[in-house]
């Protein structure tokens, strides 16, 4: 074979690929695609599925239908979209924290790993770890030695195993710290008590915890991604202040039930993906720090995984269990 | 920045054709969903939250705000009427709303809660006008033990809610704070008395509790008691007009009321409902007619609808220059602001003034219209009394099974509103008291999670409670609460005796 048949063999099915994917993209939304968000109204899944669903909307020249479905911490809306029919019309929102709920719980009606198909990843959110304004340190080093140096600090997190319950008792780990859990019942309230003094920190959403950055009521300490972030470019990552490689990210992702068709799956992954490129996505999560993150169906398949296998791990290091 | 330029330019904002008819459009859905029982102010709120989308961010806020406070209005009616709570805020309504109905002066009762609803309403106001800024450094004061030393002192205030059996009244009251129990346990994950149900896992809604007890149970015992056309009554102009003695003893319950429930609505996660309790039970042990309430006193209609309306509008004080929503329906509006890009916060009266002044302005032109609504509307409301029961009854389980499952998309809070209703129709039956239920299962939660807070935060240390100044204060306040209740007792015991042997002196 020559070099010129090679491509020529590549283009063949490539086009024979985009041909498929055309064919598909136009029959497969016939009719209204239902987004299962399994949150009430107001959060970040409900505005991301929301905002995804317009343009998917716009695009297939479908209605796109927005269903929240709240309760037991994402398990009912999960458990509702894993009994569906794996036609793609029945899709969801899902984010880290249905990754972490696999490695805390025992008693989900649903298997995590095998009643649902990834379809695509949509993007992420820095944390960023915000402490009392009057915290008594200069830098992100001075920070670790400061809660490294005392056993009678607390930190604040949304519930045991949250993002931020999981991020906290990471930092711990890292840093070699014993800062004390203190569980509240959103991300508002407990950094109303870090603004308040109460408690030493806590590593909230970049969406909720900017504005009292900004206003001096929160000091920012560090981010917990791996880069900086273009909606806060002064704020060092813990990263690269010494926890090399700490990387703990909000993402959302989009799921169907198990045994979805691949051909669907593609179909739908491309028109997401069409949608993460464009300038209004973009510009939509770069207002919380946020960023795309365009991935083929195995590769969120794949992220996935690892994100499963990395919580549990944590929570067993960490003794993050219901019990 | 001056303030009265801010408030000229909120009232142009609020003004402009757009906004106000949306303002208009949203008090009166607002009281419509309102007076519906079952639908209160989340139900009705995250209905509508999807249509404001579409529209400009001040626009929505100025609707989805009318409908809250529109809401609180409008949910007073039934509790009057029909016995029947409107909203769960409401609950404390009944208490003296319908015995006033049941003496044919239900024009009297919606007049005066519509004037009580309104001052509260404008108390709020000025105070997130003049002191927003303030009121939130001060909120911040508040930590877990403080919240726990006020939560107490709720109880406590609140234990005497109930009329004439205090023992009955407190095991509702430990009732209540049991159901709170309910739920994955915030700090170890593990779900307590769920019973396998994942639906239990967020704990019993509020709303089926509240409108089980109050609303279910009251329509089965009106069916019981086969009680037909009872109250048919003038809806004249003059029958709404109070009696002199009821104008002389309104207006400072009714003062009392707006400061109980500014100070609970600025506070985050507190709110209408513990405001209403804490202000019905603070005239109560204050009015020299004490005896009178539950019968049909004005001011525990005054206080209690005061106090709500007080708390909406400060309510939006943390929301708006914190960014920290108070309650679940803030939280839901917050979510309307956050779909247009717009993050509420310590910002967003610099960053967004328009937003800000215009939303300030638009609650006094919503109060104003509800109080333009209102009265004309109390003869409308009256002849909804005449509908037979047979029609009404039915339609209103309907509305509350809607309301109840919109607010959680759950149909397993429909049996259980329907399982809080037998169980409040065998407690009336038995001659409990509800209220004092419903005040526990608020109370209780929060008790318990901010003593635990607080005990994790000072690492099991009680002095702390007591050393810290507002927490000790206020639990200082708590026992000589307590101390005075013992000494009422003992005093009445002793009045009761000497009674009884002067009596025999003749």
Known sequence: MNLRSISASVLASGLAAMAAGGALAQEFPSEPVTIVVPFAPGGSNDIVARQLGQQLSQMWDQPVVIDNRPGGGATIGSAYLAEQDPDGYSIMIASVTFTMNAAVRDDLPFNPREDFTPIALVGQVPLVVGARPDIPVEDVASFFEYIRGSDALSYGATGMGSIQHFAGELLNQAVGSQVQVVQYTGGGPAMTDVMGGFIEYSIGSMTQMMPQVEAGNIRPIALTSLERSPAAPDIPTLNESGLEGFEVIQWWAILGPDGMDEGVVESLNSSINEVLATEEFTNFLANDGGTPRPMSPQETADFMAANYDRWAEVAEQANIVAE | ?506
């Open chain 2, 1 to 506: 920045m001056d303030l009265w330029a801010n408030i000229a330019a909120g009232f142009s904002t609020a003004l402009s054709v757009t906004n106000l008819s949306y303002c208009l459009l949203g008090v009166f859905l607002g009281t419509f969903f309102g007076a519906l029982p079952g639908i209160g102010s989340l139900a009705a709120v995250t209905m509508l939250l999807p249509i404001t989308y579409y529209l400009e961010p001040t626009t929505a806020l100025v609707m989805l705000a009318g409908v809250y406070y529109g809401a609180e209005y409008g949910g007073s009616i039934s509790s009057i009427l029909l016995n029947l709570p409107g909203t769960p805020s409401n609950a404390v309504t009944c208490l003296d709303g319908y015995p006033m109905t049941q003496q044919g002066r239900s024009g009297v009762a919606l007049f005066a809660t519509t004037i009580a609803s309104f001052w509260g309403g404008t108390f709020g106001i000025i105070l997130l006008y003049t002191l927003s800024p303030m009121i939130a450094q001060w909120a911040l004061a508040f930590g877990p033990a403080e919240y726990f030393a006020i939560m107490v002192f709720g109880l406590v205030a609140a234990a005497t809610v109930t009329q004439d059996a205090p023992a009955k009244g407190l095991a509702m009251v430990i009732v209540g704070m049991s159901l709170g129990t309910v739920g994955a346990d915030l700090t170890t994950g593990v779900a307590r008395y769920d019973f396998g149900y994942f639906e239990l896992h967020d704990g019993v809604s509020f709303i089926a509790l509240a409108m089980g007890l109050f609303g279910v149970s009251e329509i089965i015992l009106s069916i019981s008691q086969k009680i037909d056309k009872p109250f048919i009554q003038a809806v004249t102009l003059r029958s709404m007009i109070p009696t002199r003695d009821e104008v002389r003893r309104s207006p400072m319950p009714m003062l009392r009321g707006a400061g109980i429930g500014a100070f609970f609505g600025a506070l985050p996660g507190t709110g209408p409902s513990i405001a209403t309790f804490i202000g019905y039970a603070l005239e109560k042990r204050l009015s020299p007619h004490g005896d009178q309430f539950g019968k049909g006193a004005i001011e525990g209609l005054m206080s209690p609808e005061s106090a709500n309306n007080a708390a909406v509008q400060a309510a939006f004080i943390p929301t708006m220059t914190l960014g920290i929503p108070g309650s679940a329906t803030m939280a839901v509006m917050m979510g309307a602001l956050l779909i247009h890009g717009i993050q509420p916060g310590p910002q967003l009266m610099t960053e967004n003034p328009d937003i800000f002044w215009g939303l300030a302005a638009s609650f006094w032109i919503g109060n104003v219209l509800l109080l333009i609504l209102n009265i004309p509307l109390i003869g409308l409301w009256v002849r909804l009394l005449k509908v037979p029961y047979g029609i009404l009854y039915p339609a209103v389980i309907c509305f509350i099974c809607i309301g109840v499952y919109t607010v959680r998309t759950s149909a397993f809070d429909v049996g259980l509103v329907l399982f809080f209703g037998f169980a409040g129709y065998v407690l009336r039956l038995l001659k409990f008291e509800l209220a004092p239920l419903l005040i526990g299962f608020i109370l209780g939660p929060m008790v318990e999670e901010n003593f635990k807070r607080a005990m994790l935060i000072y690492r099991g240390d009680f002095m702390t409670l007591l050393e810290r100044p507002i927490s000790g204060t206020l639990l200082g306040l708590t026992a000589l609460l307590l101390l005075w209740s013992v000494w009422v007792i003992i005093r009445n015991r002793r009045e009761r005796r000497q009674v009884l042997v002067g009596g025999a002196d003749d």
